[in-house]
Structure formats: structure tokens, C-alpha cells
């Protein structure tokens, strides 16, 4: 017999299921070809937990010293990192259905092909994009549902001075240098969908460093008002999504 032919009367065991088995393959097939089900834009299906995202508008310090004064802008993004560490803790402590997006994955998904630092950072541009249905749309995609918009400004004032003296018998340095630090951070909740939410959320801290050297002995102690306005800021964040979240549950549906 040759190699390929079919034997007389067919293959045994198979002539007589001939239809059944083409059937279950053409049913395979037609499975296979089908088209997927649609995804969100950026290959990840929404969680039905909603997201919020925190964006650093502008940042803002003010140096003074010897009766001088230096104003400078500062880059936000490592605030911004920040303030997402303070509120992902926060979010940790609190019974919320609320989940952080991470600002860089938000503008890589959301705002595709903008530099970080060129991303809408102010309440007005996010009231024009708002209107955009692509925004909208790659915003869903995300369940991203709450911005934090912040602004903060720092301020130092440095005062004293440190002083050295020496002779042919030695030398030594004596005194004291101190800088008394401000942080104010005031952050705006806006509900896409909604636009802006309630009264600002403010939080401030301060606090004094100083070194000083006595003889050749350096001595010294940092304050932190950053860490503790950025803490006060994401619980009262926190609170104020909680506060709106369950104003929203209590109010009657409309007539």
C-alpha cells in the first residue's frame, strides 16, 4: 500500500465518525479565530476599586538670610513621590475602597507622550481636559477617579555664623548657625466627573536646625517639617474622600 492511500472500505474505526470528528474541528477552528474580547487602552482591564493619583502643581521656596531673600522654583516631582509614600500609608490605615495609581504610571497611561514635567499640573487644565473624550476615555481605562492637585512652598530663614581664630599657638572655631523651616502644602481634590471637591486641604509644619562648633567640636540638629506636613496633609486628604464618599451614600437619589 502506498504511503498516503486510503485503504479500502477507509480507515477502520474512523469512516463511520467521519462527520462528528470534522464537526469538533470546525468548531475548534470557528473558537480560534474569533476575536478577542475588547481591553481597556493600555492592556490592563480597570479595577473596580476607583484610583487616585497625586500631582505636585508647583513647588515654591524662599530663602532668607542676611537680610536677603531668594524665591526659586523646585522641582515637584520628589514631592511628589513623597506625598504618594504619605498617603499610600495612609491609605494602608484607613477602611477606604480607594487604591493609589503611581503619578508615573498615570502619565505614561493617561498623558501619553508628555514629559513628566510638561503634564497638566493646575486646576484649569484639568477642567480642559475634563472635555476631552480620549482623556476621559484612558482615564476610565485606569479607574482613575480622584486627582490630588498640590501646591507647597517652603520657606528657611538662617541666622548667626560660625567664626575661626588662630594665632602661632593654634586656632579654634566658635558658633551657631540656626534655620528656622516653614513647609505649607495645600492640596485640591478633583473628582473627574465632578470637578473640584469641597473646601482645600491645608496642612503646615515647622521647625528649627542649627549647628554650632564649639572649639574644633561640630554639633548639630536637623529639623523635619517636611515629613510631618506631608503626613497631616494625606490624613486630611483621606478624611475629606471618606467625608464626601459617605455624604454621597446618605443623600437621597433624585425625584
Given at each position: 500500500?502506498?504511503?498516503?492511500?486510503?485503504?479500502?472500505?477507509?480507515?477502520?474505526?474512523?469512516?463511520?465518525?467521519?462527520?462528528?470528528?470534522?464537526?469538533v474541528?470546525?468548531?475548534?477552528?470557528?473558537?480560534?479565530?474569533?476575536?478577542?474580547?475588547?481591553?481597556?487602552?493600555g492592556?490592563?482591564?480597570?479595577?473596580?476599586?476607583?484610583?487616585?493619583?497625586?500631582?505636585?502643581?508647583?513647588?515654591?521656596?524662599?530663602?532668607?538670610?542676611?537680610?536677603?531673600?531668594?524665591?526659586?522654583?523646585?522641582?515637584?516631582?520628589?514631592?511628589?513621590?513623597?506625598?504618594?509614600?504619605?498617603?499610600?500609608?495612609?491609605l494602608?490605615?484607613?477602611?477606604?475602597?480607594?487604591?493609589?495609581?503611581?503619578?508615573?504610571?498615570?502619565?505614561?497611561?493617561?498623558?501619553?507622550?508628555l514629559?513628566?514635567?510638561?503634564?497638566?499640573?493646575?486646576?484649569?487644565?484639568?477642567?480642559?481636559?475634563?472635555?476631552?473624550?480620549?482623556?476621559?476615555?484612558?482615564?476610565?481605562?485606569?479607574?482613575?477617579?480622584?486627582?490630588?492637585?498640590?501646591?507647597?512652598?517652603?520657606?528657611?530663614?538662617?541666622?548667626?555664623?560660625?567664626?575661626?581664630?588662630?594665632?602661632y599657638?593654634?586656632?579654634?572655631?566658635?558658633?551657631?548657625?540656626?534655620?528656622?523651616?516653614?513647609?505649607?502644602?495645600?492640596?485640591?481634590?478633583?473628582?473627574?466627573?465632578?470637578?473640584?471637591?469641597?473646601?482645600?486641604?491645608?496642612?503646615?509644619?515647622?521647625?528649627?536646625?542649627?549647628?554650632?562648633?564649639?572649639?574644633?567640636?561640630?554639633?548639630?540638629?536637623?529639623?523635619?517639617?517636611?515629613?510631618?506636613?506631608?503626613?497631616?496633609?494625606?490624613?486630611?486628604?483621606?478624611?475629606?474622600?471618606?467625608?464626601?464618599?459617605?455624604?454621597?451614600?446618605?443623600?437621597?437619589?433624585?425625584?
Amino acid at each position: 500500500m502506498r504511503i498516503g492511500a486510503v485503504p479500502p472500505g477507509g480507515w477502520p474505526g474512523v469512516t463511520g465518525r467521519l462527520p462528528l470528528v470534522l464537526a469538533v474541528l470546525l468548531a475548534a477552528g470557528a473558537a480560534g479565530c474569533a476575536p478577542a474580547a475588547p481591553r481597556p487602552a493600555g492592556g490592563r482591564a480597570a479595577s473596580p476599586v476607583p484610583g487616585m493619583v497625586v500631582v505636585v502643581g508647583e513647588h515654591v521656596a524662599i530663602d532668607r538670610a542676611e537680610g536677603r531673600e531668594w524665591i526659586r522654583a523646585v522641582d515637584p516631582l520628589p514631592l511628589e513621590r513623597r506625598l504618594q509614600a504619605c498617603l499610600e500609608r495612609e491609605l494602608g490605615r484607613a477602611a477606604l475602597p480607594l487604591r493609589l495609581i503611581d503619578a508615573d504610571d498615570y502619565r505614561r497611561r493617561v498623558l501619553p507622550g508628555l514629559d513628566a514635567r510638561d503634564a497638566p499640573r493646575t486646576l484649569p487644565s484639568f477642567r480642559v481636559l475634563a472635555t476631552d473624550p480620549g482623556f476621559r476615555a484612558r482615564a476610565g481605562a485606569i479607574g482613575l477617579r480622584y486627582v490630588v492637585l498640590v501646591s507647597a512652598r517652603e520657606e528657611q530663614a538662617e541666622e548667626g555664623g560660625i567664626g575661626c581664630f588662630g594665632g602661632y599657638g593654634g586656632g579654634f572655631c566658635l558658633g551657631l548657625v540656626t534655620w528656622d523651616k516653614t513647609m505649607r502644602l495645600r492640596a485640591q481634590l478633583v473628582e473627574l466627573g465632578a470637578g473640584a471637591s469641597g473646601a482645600p486641604v491645608t496642612a503646615g509644619a515647622g521647625g528649627r536646625s542649627w549647628f554650632a562648633v564649639a572649639l574644633l567640636i561640630p554639633l548639630g540638629m536637623p529639623a523635619a517639617p517636611v515629613g510631618r506636613a506631608c503626613d497631616d496633609l494625606a490624613r486630611g486628604v483621606v478624611a475629606a474622600i471618606a467625608a464626601g464618599r459617605a455624604a454621597d451614600a446618605v443623600r437621597p437619589p433624585p425625584e
